[in-house]
């Protein structure tokens, strides 16, 4: 063999042997990746919440439903479902249960109306779907999904929103499907204005994703669109931060844009999750607004923060630790 075909076989020995060094490297990366522990953290709504108010009947109904509907949103996370579908599932439970203030069960308007609200939003991609004031929708977070994925908007209303549904074969409900008369007559009772769901998660390959659903303010003008279906203020992820779902008083959280504001804090103030939260909602306060969010950060971290006495809540963290909680 010749100098130069010596070099040349020399030549290509490395450059096959890096090639296959990097294959490994890409493949670990991978593997690491799809083996994070998956992260989950639901609400049902912050607001005048007590020992003295709730009964403990009540106590025992929140919480069994909210480590039901946690358990199998976990569930379905561990099997290595995709964030976004895991956060409508999850939503749709919660819309579906009547003890909260989403789907049915939902609050009305002066007119006693059911009139919902919904965002989604992708972390991964910063895609997000929202609908306001649709009032024969069972699930208005599917709708708001479908918007994301199937049109070129992102936020659609009222009968325009309802039209498109109907295009989807999204489930449509007569409106006093919604209309409960447990939850007229217990929110007349309580006069408590929240109840709001939501949903934010960390799946297996890191993707985060936030989501949230209510019928908005107990006794508000119909029309009346809150902080919720309105991304940026009650819903926001991206991967590089966190994810975000609020509830409360929703004037306060759209003008504030909370759920954005935990996203820049982090971004631009090298604030953590938790100074990020604590931060967005003393701006909250200082307004005069209240009301409560769930965050995860990209790392896996939980945080919720509240400025009520209450605020239905459950998460299973990364190291698998589950926690159902309501009062402060
Ligand atoms: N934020 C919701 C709204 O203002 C209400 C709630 O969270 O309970 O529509």
Request: charged letters at 20%; aromatic letters at 8%; a negative charge.
């Amino acid at each position: 063999m010749n100098v130069n075909k010596f070099v040349l076989l020399f030549i290509l020995a490395i450059v096959l042997f890096s090639c296959n060094e990097s294959k490994v490297e890409k493949k670990d990366y991978e593997v690491e990746e799809v083996n994070q522990l998956p992260v989950i953290v639901i609400h049902g709504g912050a607001g005048n919440i007590s020992q003295k108010n709730l009964s403990e009947k009540y106590v025992e109904l929140y919480s069994h439903s909210l480590s039901k509907i946690i358990d199998s949103g976990y569930a379905m996370l561990s099997k290595g479902e995709d964030a976004i579908k895991v956060v409508e599932r999850v939503v749709n439970l919660l819309e579906n249960d009547s003890l909260f203030n989403a789907g049915k069960g939902a609050v009305l308007t002066n007119e006693g109306k059911a009139e919902l609200d919904a965002s989604i939003m992708d972390g991964k991609t910063l895609n997000a779907g929202a609908v306001a004031s649709v009032s024969r929708i069972k699930n208005p977070i599917s709708l708001a999904l479908k918007i994301m994925d199937n049109s070129e908007h992102v936020f659609m209303m009222g009968s325009g929103a309802e039209f498109f549904a109907s295009e989807q074969k999204i489930e449509f409900v007569d409106n006093s499907y919604f209309i409960t008369s447990k939850n007229k007559e217990r929110y007349n009772r309580e006069n408590s204005p929240m109840g709001t769901v939501g949903c934010v998660v960390r799946d297996m390959n890191g993707n985060l994703c936030a989501g949230t659903s209510t019928g908005g303010m107990w006794g508000k003008k119909f029309g009346r669109v809150g902080d919720v279906p309105v991304i940026g203020a009650g819903t926001y992820a991206n991967n590089q931060s966190c994810a975000v779902s609020c509830t409360g008083w929703g004037e306060y959280f759209i003008r504030q844009v909370v759920a954005y504001q935990v996203h820049a804090r982090i971004m631009w103030n090298n604030q953590s999750l938790k100074e990020a939260v604590e931060s967005t909602l003393n701006e909250v306060d200082s307004l005069g607004g209240n009301g409560g969010m769930i965050a995860i950060n990209k790392n896996g971290d939980v945080i919720i923060g509240f400025n009520t006495t209450g605020m239905f809540r459950a998460s299973i963290d990364k190291n698998k630790e589950k926690k159902v909680e309501i009062f402060d």
